[in-house]
């Protein structure tokens, strides 16, 4: 057995070569979502991130802090402070950028100290590895005198050094956040000591709780939404009891001042009334002294006692004079505690979705290799069964059973299949979760390796399918075989016999065709079985370049076409508080001529969800202004949405919804599973309404919706107020400077620009291009495999048909084109086929990789149609080449001997 | 008939031949010479194993020699490359074999078309297997064909080349004594007509009286050669 597989090891290696792609893919594919997501768990375990986060309005004393570490079922509570800044790296020649400021915790939330040291001083940090890198080590970082005094006086210090790199488990996303300073984009965070900051009180408390099971399982969500509940309680008590100490206390001052004030009042009065009742006892009468006589009747005692009771105050009273007192006074509202999960973690939200992707599409193309596996088993091993046809016969004739003559050859693909099985295996949950991973390194800031799960399940079935696709297979073909009399086996089989194809029956087109393309053609229908094959694994590779560059062009347009073809403004402007007229007028007198047009708008946040039901998801509202009139006359206030904001269905323009309407985008719309006219339920911070669909408009990235102005007003608290606007500039301005310009006007709290959103995007997509390599390599090997295999066998079964052409004066070349024109015709149109399939194959991607942040179009450009024929015929051609020498190695003698 | 040049139309000059199987070395042919003049026929014979086959295949510039000389016409194929070796094949040389070799996806016509398309003065392919008699089975697969049909399109088909050497090994092997007869009557009569030179390879004794010449090779070495003055027509040999 050895001995026959050296013999053609080419043969062996195909089989084995093309079960490991098989196998490889389908358990690579099936591991990697387990992969990456036991990965992060086992990094955020490692760095104990937080489960839970509590941030109070009133922030937390010391006290409140150990309250909830007291609380069962938290393991570690510990406070943090944190601020976002401007602030300028030491070197830098970019001016001021918006930074987050953190202390470090030392027991939750622990930092990776990627280079350098942790800081010891107050005035030493720990930098950004997205920003930074090791050659920042030393730099200062300056917070700049640009903040806000609350800013300012929050930092002991204003200048960092960094001593550090470090990868936070906060920040394994390349999102940094959004702020309300300077761009509206943190650039960067960075981790100081808790000494830095001066504030008396904790921002936040990070609880590391007692949970259950892995990131996302249903234990983990119920672990955290009982640790929610019950933190909640413990800390809204605990914030109250304190709110209540400092009302309490606050109450007692005010008393005490009144009483104070009272007191003097009193004593002011009493004296002035004794000193009267002395220019009584000096005068004559009372009316010299000015006073009546009832009061000039009163004694010294009486007169005391009088003014006692004038100033006395009742409880009540004095509870408003206290009321009164205090309204003035700039004391906290009830403190409220907000309770977020590791949900709110920018990172932690999309990881899990992202993770998925790759199994939703684990599914076709295991299945595509399986069968190619299959065809090129079945080939193999007809092959070899055909050249032992007649050791067959003589085996058989000698008395061997069936059994013992087909154990050979089931242990010949066994093996192959086995190998091959095993190797792709490991090859598989090797390389797959390595080549995604690294793929996804450019949206996430992944630590080294991904863990390595061995899935025994998983094993065991790829071994089974990889049996399947080989012993399975062989023991069918065998079988037909050697049901034949061992006479018949004996005797040479008669090679197939020429037949005239259909295609002769046409004459005029038969007739035209040079000679050695009829031979072509012949062969061509002669083996409609390899005919079949080739079809297969060619188009097959054709149509996963397809899908590849189909992937790769569709994301990396999403950006580009959402920002040129539906979001048109070039910024997104938020004012720090909702517009007056007053407001409203003085920022037009800093804004006017930095924009082209302006348009005003109301955006809230809130939930929406089907009224029919279904889960809600967070969605911004915006409605737009169309009646507002500009008070300057050179600020162009543009009441045209259509210049904004590109609302369309099907090329068609949606009108905006009337009262009791909402306009939704596409993303959305699918992911909520609505359409036009159904019922939605949207809920804000002030109400909740019923609203109907009147239109879906088209996106490409991100969600909104628009509502009226009423609704707005309905469900959010001054909802009716312009609190944004979207702005055109001028053509010939650079956009991030006009938008820098833009922030200083009054009342702008943060300006986005649409091209930086444009950018970020797809930037963020540029792991692609490392997973769409491995794809090619993928597709490439597949069309290797199978053309090889082909050719192999062909070249095999017409070696004396090849032998005979070279006697006859056939040139190396002449002889080549006349095998290998076959497969250039069959490739060519495989490639045609493929193009097809393929796009049927991104079509069913698209389908599986539903976001709702995401739309995507099955488009594959004609670059990629292109790239995928060039490509598919590279490989052919690169396969034909490497068999030539085949074919001029065919001895002629030695081929023509044979008996036929 | 003799040629008046100073060398044979055909001529092997002290050819040797070996085979290397790692250490053993098999002399196919040892030091063999002999001549072949213009448009005769030459029947080599000898056992089997005695390295005719190995002649043949070096005289068609399908096999290299390891020492010695051969020439045809006047050029010396020894030191040629495999790309002259193809060349000399593809114009000067028509081969018939003991099993036809015909390619089983062309009809008949269409067989001695590839072999026509190739050459520069190729006689009309619809004209020489009309001449071999099988006009009518023209668009006949050779599955459809008899032994000795097939034969005939391997005939027409080194015909069709118009070469000047005609090589067959063994065609009479895999026929019948009629079929065969009436093969080697073909074969003498295309020689006679076209001046063509033929050389047969054969272990059939009985047939040499048709040739003007007869080579005996035995264990790779001459053993005899022997001129025919008047070879006799086929078809009254009997055996």
Known sequence: ?900 | MEESQSRAYIEFSHVTKTYRSGEVKINALSDISFQIGKGEICIIVGASGAGKTTLLNILGGMDTLSAGEVWLDGNNIAGYSRKQLTTYRRYEIGFVFQFYNLIQNLTALENVELASQICTRPLNPADVLDEVGLHEREGNFPSQLSGGEQQRVAIARALAKNPKLLLCDEPTGALDYNTGKTILKLLQDTCRKNNMTVVIVTHNLAICPMADRVIRVRSGQVESMHVNEHPTPVENIEW
């Not at chain 1, 068609?652 to 019922?679: F, H, N, T």
């Not at chain 1, 099955?858 to 790239?867: D, E, K, L, S």
């Open chain 1, 1 to 900: 057995m050895i001995r026959e597989i050296l013999s053609s090891p080419g043969r062996f290696l195909a089989i084995l070569l093309i079960v490991a792609l098989g196998v490889g893919f389908y358990s690579g594919l099936c591991i990697c979502q387990k992969t990456m997501i036991s990965s992060m768990d086992r990094y955020w375990n490692k760095q104990n991130m937080y489960d839970v986060r509590l941030i109070s309005t009133l922030g937390f004393d010391e006290d409140e802090l150990q309250n909830i570490q007291k609380q069962s079922g938290v393991n570690v509570a510990e406070g943090g402070y944190f601020t976002d800044a401007l602030a300028s790296v030491s070197d830098a020649a970019d001016g001021e950028e918006a930074v987050h400021i953190q202390s470090i915790t030392e027991q939750v939330n622990v930092p990776e100290l990627l280079q350098g040291r942790l800081p010891g001083a107050a005035d030493e940090c720990l930098a950004d590895d997205a920003a930074f890198d090791e050659k920042d080590i030393g730099s200062t970082i300056t917070v700049s005198s640009d903040n806000t005094k609350d800013t300012l006086d929050l930092l002991r210090e204003k200048t960092f050094t960094i001593t550090g790199i470090c990868r936070s488990p906060l920040y394994m996303n390349a999102e940094r956040g959004n702020t309300d300073i300077g761009s509206g984009r943190l650039s960067a965070y960075i981790l100081v000591p808790q000494k830095a900051f001066d504030s008396d009180y904790y921002h936040e408390i990070y609880v590391d709780a007692v949970t259950d099971g892995q990131i996302y399982s249903t234990a983990y969500k119920k672990s955290v939404s009982m640790a929610k509940k019950a933190l909640k309680k413990a800390a809204l008590s605990a914030a109250d009891t304190r709110y209540q100490k400092i009302m309490d206390d606050a109450r007692s001052e005010a008393k005490v001042k009144i009483e104070d004030e009272m007191a003097v009042k009193k004593k002011e009065v009493l004296e002035e009334k004794l000193k009267q009742l002395k220019q009584l006892q000096t005068a004559q009468t009372a009316q010299t002294a000015g006073m009546t006589d009832s009061a000039a009747s009163m004694s010294e005692a009486e007169i005391k006692k009088q003014i006692e009771s004038k100033f006395a105050v009742s409880d009540e009273e004095m509870n408003r004079m206290i009321d009164d007192a205090l309204a003035d006074a700039d004391l906290p509202d009830a403190p409220q505690i907000t309770v977020l999960t590791r949900n709110e973690n920018a990172a932690y939200a999309g990881f899990d979705s992202d993770a998925s992707i790759v199994s939703s599409i684990a599914q076709i193309f295991p299945l595509f290799f399986f069968l190619v596996a299959a065809l090129v088993c079945i080939t193999t091993m007809t092959r070899m069964i055909e050249d032992d046809r007649a050791q067959i016969g003589i085996f058989k004739s000698l008395g061997y059973s069936n059994a013992a003559v087909m154990s050979k050859y089931f242990l010949y693909s066994g093996s192959a299949g086995i190998l091959g099985g095993i190797g792709g295996y490991f090859a598989g949950i090797w390389l797959l979760p390595n080549a995604v991973w690294t793929g996804y390194a450019t949206t996430y800031d992944l630590p080294g390796k991904p863990v390595y799960l061995f899935d025994l399940k998983l094993f065991l079935i790829s071994l089974a399918v990889a049996l399947l696709c080989t012993v399975f297979v062989t023991w069918i073909r065998c079988h037909e075989d050697l049901d034949c009399e061992a006479a018949d086996l004996i005797r040479p089989k008669a090679p197939p016999i020429g037949k005239k194809i259909l295609l002769e029956r046409i004459s005029p087109i038969w007739k035209k065709m040079s000679f050695l393309h009829k031979v072509t053609l012949r062969n061509l229908f002669r083996y409609k079985g390899r005919f079949l094959m080739m079809l297969i694994g060619i188009s097959g590779c054709t149509a996963l370049l397809v899908a590849g560059f189909g992937i790769r062009n569709i994301f990396m347009g999403l950006g580009n076409e959402q920002y040129g073809v539906y979001t048109l403004y070039d910024g997104a402007v938020s004012f720090t508080d909702p517009l007056t007229d007053r407001t409203r007028s003085s920022f037009e007198q800093d804004a006017a001529g930095m924009v082209r047009s302006i348009i005003y708008v109301s955006q809230h946040s809130g939930d929406i969800a089907a009224s029919a039901g279904g889960s809600s998801s967070e969605i911004t509202f915006t409605a737009m202004d169309t009646d507002t009139d500009s008070s300057q006359d050179d600020m162009n206030v543009d009441t045209q949405t259509s210049h904004f904001v590109n609302l369309e269905q099907g090329g068609q323009v949606l009108s905006l919804p009337a009262d009791g309407e909402i306009l939704l985008d596409l993303g959305m719309a699918r992911s909520l599973k609505l359409k036009k006219g159904d019922q939605v339920r949207i809920s804000g911070t002030d109400g909740e309404c019923e609203l109907t669909v009147s239109g879906i408009y088209e996106n490409r990235l991100g969600n909104g919706a628009y509502i009226s102005t009423e609704t707005m007003e309905q469900c959010f608290e001054g909802g009716a107020a312009d609190n944004a606007a979207f702005v055109l500039f001028p053509d010939d301005v650079q956009v991030h400077q006009a938008g820098k310009e833009l922030l200083g006007a009054s009342n702008v709290a943060n300006v986005t620009l649409s091209q930086d959103n444009a950018d970020r995007f797809t930037s963020s997509m540029e792991g692609l291009d490392y997973i769409i390599f491995v794809v090619i390599l993928c597709a490439g090997a597949l069309a290797f495999i199978v053309i090889y295999n082909l050719t192999n066998i062909n070249i095999s079964e017409r070696m004396r048909e090849i032998a005979t052409v070279k006697v006859l004066g056939f040139y190396e070349n002449e002889a080549c084109a006349y095998v290998f024109r076959e497969n250039t015709m069959l490739s060519v149109l495989s490639g045609a086929v493929g193009l097809l399939l393929g796009k049927c194959l991104l079509i069913f991607i698209v389908d599986r990789i539903s976001l709702a942040t995401l739309v995507l179009t099955p488009q594959v450009g004609i670059i990629g149609y292109a790239g995928s024929f060039v490509l598919t015929m590279l490989f052919s051609w690169l396969m034909q080449l490497f068999m030539r020498h085949r074919i001029a190695g065919i001895h002629m003698a030695e081929s023509l001997k044979s008996v036929e």
